[in-house]
């Protein structure tokens, strides 16, 4: 019978038969194939892993990649938010402008950009009409993995950044204006109002943007490998490699769970910092 202290519990039935589907169930079988091998349980793919000449440079990247992305995104997705939401008029517009790249994917990002950087790419064409440079340079050559690197960020930034923006722009149409216009009414400032007021009840959405979109960071691969190949390895990288170039299984499971363990990690650490008090909730 339907009561109705059931009724919430049927309503999260769809969504935990997804999650089971398509979270649980794979992850089970990627557990199996990293702690296993030759049928028998061992830790053999994780020192392999973690024993792979690859392996310090694809974490250090990753993580480097996620501690500069990250920050550039939360700043400039709070001041689009802050912008589109004083908006008058056009809202809509200024809105779906700076939502487009959402609809591009990862690969398809990595390749715009790599049309920009490539040697016969807009960039040279540029610099050599304005006079710059007298002949086209390699800007993404093996030898130049911090030029790849911040082409990787600017990717990233540009693709991204709509994702975090969606999710504050929501947030922060959910703060009531009085408690904005009553800081007002006190003298305070526009910036300490949006330090003050805005930022502290923008918590709850900027916790849930920063935790998708480090989660997200770790798992960066197809704009990496469009701009920079194999000359920036980062884990997720590995994970393909070792999948499908040198078709090792539990390996590759192996990097899937380094990366998910730090992506745990990491939401751990966002909810800590951004943790909601009860009496600061709308």
């Not at 770790?218 to 499908?244: D, I, K, N, R």
Request: hydrophobic content about 60%; proline content about 5%.
């Amino acid at each position: 019978m339907l009561t109705p202290a059931r009724i919430p519990y049927l309503l999260l039935l769809p969504a935990t038969l997804f999650l089971c589907a398509f979270f649980l169930y794979p992850f089970v079988l990627v557990a199996i194939e990293a702690f296993t091998r030759d049928g028998t349980f061992t830790a053999q793919n994780f020192q392999t892993a973690l024993g792979h000449w690859k392996f310090p440079a694809a974490m250090t990247n990753t993580l480097l990649l996620a501690a500069v992305v990250v920050p550039i995104q939360t700043a400039l997705a709070l001041l689009m938010a802050v912008l589109v939401t004083k908006m008058t008029s056009g809202r809509d517009m200024a809105l779906y402008v700076f939502t487009i790249p959402l609809g591009i994917s990862d690969l398809a990002a990595g390749i715009i950009w790599l049309a920009i950087f490539e040697q016969s790419g807009f960039l040279n064409s540029m610099l050599y009409h304005l006079g710059i440079i007298d002949q086209p340079g390699t800007w993404l050559g093996y030898q130049s993995k911090g030029v790849i690197f911040a082409a990787v960020v600017l990717a990233e930034v540009w693709r991204a950044t709509a994702i975090m923006l969606v999710i504050l722009v929501a947030g922060m149409g959910l703060i009531p204006k009085e408690y904005d216009e009553a800081a007002e009414v006190f003298g305070a400032s526009p910036w300490k109002r949006f330090i003050r007021v805005t930022l502290p009840l923008l918590r709850p959405s900027l916790q849930t943007a920063l935790i998708l979109r480090v989660i997200l960071a770790f798992e960066v691969f197809a704009v990496v490998a469009a701009l920079g190949g194999t000359s920036l390895p980062v884990l997720m990288g590995e994970t393909y490699h070792w999948q499908f170039a040198l078709q090792d299984r539990g390996v590759a499971a192996a990097f899937a769970i380094v990366i998910l363990a730090i992506s745990i990690a990491a939401t751990l650490v966002i909810m800590r910092a951004l943790r909601v008090p009860k009496e600061a909730r709308i």
